[in-house]
């Protein structure tokens, strides 16, 4: 793979991820919307990745833990549980088991916010990005029709797209599907208003929030904890920063996680709030930063990191990620090659087989 292709994909693995993070805000926002009252209904709640506890009975994983993306608790009688679709394959048998295991969230759920743990039953929302809609909500109906998926709670695709104007916006339009309220349905059916990602930023419960239950794109966290790194620095440090134009800092990865978790995370604050994100995302990024030649690895989880005025971060990150997936496919085209000469009477076979 050439290198500009390598960064053009990382780039675009940063904007997807961005824009699903963006997208379950606005979904977010929009369940908890009071239209008659012109604003978001009182004590209404949102989580990222909560922790809930699946039952005997649930048909993909039963007693076990599950993290769905995000879980809205409108009212008594209004819940949402929502996964999101990051990255969907183009070929529908490599989406098949994807879309079969989101069964797992039609089950009554314990784990809810509140003395009971329970709600009395829940909508099922799959977020996907616009262009890959229709394609899942036909697979979908195939495999309802195959007796392969079936729900007992209402279950709707709802699709996103950004919109850039003078604002940016995030359209949602409900594809398919039954959602409570019917004033709400009927609504994410006509695509009345694109949500501003203005107004999301300031929303009190979600508006921090930059990381969900999947992992982000290494770039991503990287600036993350760049930015993280020198938003902190000590008064000290600072002078010497202005005065030297660098400083070394070191840091712990299990304390970094803690202060991204608390800019970018979840942050409701009880057992079932996902550590996100996880520590070893985190160490992972360091790995790189000492790739990179931005840090130094101590002992166990200790780095010394140089802070400097840099400019463009992100760009440095990308490329960096960009030149490791291209070493990463030429070793692998590398090792297929090695293998269909080693092995010249099953060429079709190892061909068909790679990753």
């Known amino acids: 793979m050439k290198l500009d292709d390598a960064i053009s994909q990382v780039r675009d693995e940063c904007d997807n991820y961005i824009q699903t993070v963006q997208a379950l805000k606005a979904l977010a926002n929009e369940l908890l919307w009071d239209e008659g009252k012109e604003r978001l209904v009182i004590n209404g709640k949102v989580y990222f990745g909560r922790k809930m506890d699946t039952s005997h009975s649930n048909r993909i ?49 314990y784990g809810w916010d509140g003395s009971k743990g329970y709600v009395a039953s829940h909508d099922i929302i799959l977020l996907v990005r616009f262009f890959h809609g229709v394609n899942v909500r036909d697979q979908i109906a195939q495999l309802k029709t195959d007796k392969k998926m079936k729900f007992e709670r209402n279950f709707a695709i709802v699709t996103f797209h950004r919109v850039e104007e003078t604002q940016t916006w995030m359209s949602l339009e409900l594809l398919d599907g039954i959602l409570k309220p019917k004033e709400k349905q009927d609504k994410l059916i006509r695509r009345d208003k694109p949500i501003s990602l203005e107004l999301l930023v300031s929303n009190p419960q979600f508006g921090h929030v930059q990381l969900y239950d999947a992992r982000p794109p290494a770039p991503l966290l990287m600036h993350q904890i760049h930015e993280t790194i020198l938003a902190t620095l000590p008064s000290e440090d600072n002078l010497l920063l202005m005065e030297t134009g660098k400083v070394e800092r070191e840091v712990d990865t299990g304390e970094l996680r803690e202060m991204l978790s608390e800019s970018f995370g979840p942050r409701n604050g009880d057992d079932r709030t996902p550590d996100i994100p996880k520590r070893a995302w985190v160490r992972d990024a360091m790995v790189l930063f000492v790739k990179l030649g931005w840090s130094k690895h101590e002992e166990k989880s200790k780095y010394v990191y140089e802070v400097r005025q840099r400019r463009n971060p992100l760009d440095q990150f990308v490329k960096l990620c960009a030149r490791e997936v291209s070493k990463t496919v030429e070793m692998k085209a590398k090792m297929l090659a090695k293998e269909k000469e080693k092995y010249p009477l099953f060429q079709k076979i190892i061909e068909k087989e790679k990753p």
């Open 61 to 109: 994983s039963p007693d076990a833990q599950v993290t769905p993306d995000l879980l809205v608790l409108r009212s008594e009688n209004e819940s949402y549980v929502v996964e999101a679709k990051l990255a969907l394959s183009k070929d529908p048998a490599k989406r098949k088991d994807k879309l079969i295991e989101i069964q797992k969230y039609d089950d009554n759920f």
